[in-house]
């Protein structure tokens, strides 16, 4: 089956500092990865997606690259905010059998201070 | 735009009572889930719906767990009985077909405390 494994946090970084979380699949078809977010009392935002090998997903300020090869996608930014802090949560959605459902991984709480 | 709407946020409740989510998604998305997220944790499929049709209801616990999407628009999620162990955050996200039905869009949650 699919599955998604995700860097444990909390990872703590001081603001400016840059941040990887690692993010490593599983999936018995050809997915589509993605990062979402979730900021405290908030659902999740699609944070950035890529749906074919080598693309870059990015978004505020956030790059993620699709690796086929070590089936990685990790999430990367060069200077991080107190803003950022918040959950990161790696997902992939196998268009195959699975039709549309996204398995996500266990999430990484990141805080950034000032 | 008006995002996924839930309610309520929170709920508390005593074990062996019964409890309803309800969920608005995304004006135009067909699709429908709901998802648990436990404390710590990844969210989970439990249900998901294309219009009013489920089809994939394989994660649901159906002993105690129901859902509707009647008339294809909006949704409830019902436990009855509770038990202790249905704490969790219970989600609903919907998405467009199509090219971008990938794309899933998350309410706020509804934070069950089962007690």
């Known amino acids: 089956g699919n599955s998604v494994t995700q860097m444990e946090g909390p990872v703590t970084l001081s603001e400016e500092a840059f941040l990887t979380i690692n993010c490593t699949y599983t999936?018995?078809?050809?997915?589509?990865l993605f990062w979402y977010v979730q900021y405290p009392g908030e659902g999740l935002q699609l944070l950035l997606k890529?749906?074919?090998?080598?693309d870059k997903g990015s978004n505020k300020g956030f790059e993620a690259t699709y690796r086929k090869e070590t089936t990685s996608f990790h999430l990367e930014k060069g200077s991080v905010q107190v803003s950022d802090s918040a959950v990161y949560f790696c997902?992939?959605?196998?268009?195959?059998?699975?039709?549309?459902?996204?398995?996500f991984g266990g999430g990484t709480r990141l805080m950034v201070k000032p | 735009e008006a995002g996924v709407v839930q309610s309520p946020r929170y709920k508390i409740i005593e074990k062996k009572q019964p409890v309803a989510f309800w969920c608005n998604p995304i004006?135009?998305?067909?699709?429908l889930y709901w998802y648990r997220q436990n404390l710590g944790q990844g969210p989970e499929l439990l249900i998901r719906?294309?219009?009013?049709?489920?089809?994939?209801d394989s994660q649901l616990p159906k002993d105690r767990f129901s859902a509707e999407r009647l008339k294809g628009v909006d949704s409830t999620l019902k436990i009855q009985p509770a038990e202790l162990g249905d704490s969790a955050v219970y989600l609903c996200?919907?998405?467009?077909?199509?090219?971008?039905?990938?794309?899933?869009?998350f309410g706020p949650g509804t934070r069950l405390t089962v007690t």
């Open positions: 997902a992939l959605s196998d268009r195959g059998n699975a039709g549309n459902m996204l398995t």
């Open positions: 890529a749906t074919k090998a080598d």
């Open positions: 999936a018995t078809g050809y997915p589509s």
């Open positions: 996200a919907s998405s467009l077909r199509g090219e971008h039905s990938y794309e899933q869009y």
């Open positions: 719906y294309e219009n009013e049709e489920a089809v994939d």
């Open positions: 004006s135009g998305h067909n699709t």
